[in-house]
């Protein structure tokens, strides 16, 4: 089993920067994609941007050119810098790691989240 635990997050005022982290404890056979996901107050789960395991990186159209995810290859790590923060960047932010657990089945973690509150 693999724990993911996310740290970074706090509260920050619009403008300023924030760089979130999430490592893992355990292993995973082969990882696919890592990334971030984040839940504002009364919304769904949103993507924020993934990297796979050969370094392709997507990111949402609100986040474009303010956030850079970057992972560690040596480890499970995946991480999220954050600048010119805004008030609607407000939310849980969730490290997700997709990959397989073994040759015959997939696996899907989450962390329990690292709230980002942004103040204007």
């Known amino acids: 089993q693999v724990r993911l635990v996310e740290s970074g997050g706090g509260l920050v005022q619009a403008g300023e920067s924030l760089r979130l982290s999430c490592t893992a404890s355990?292993?995973?056979?082969?990882?696919?994609?890592m990334g971030w996901y984040r839940q504002a107050p009364g919304k769904q789960r949103e993507l924020v941007a993934t990297?796979?395991?050969?370094?392709?990186?997507n990111y949402a159209d609100s986040v474009k050119g303010r956030c850079t995810i970057s992972r560690d290859s040596a480890k499970i790590a995946v991480y999220l810098q954050m600048n010119t923060l805004k008030p609607e960047d407000t939310a849980v932010y969730y490290c997700?790691?997709?990959?397989?657990?073994?040759?015959?089945?997939?696996?899907?973690?989450w962390g329990k989240g690292t709230l980002v509150t942004v103040s204007s």
């Open positions: 997700n790691v997709q990959g397989m657990g073994s040759l015959t089945y997939g696996v899907n973690y």
């Open positions: 990297i796979t395991s050969s370094g392709n990186t």
């Open positions: 355990g292993s995973i056979f082969r990882i696919n994609t």
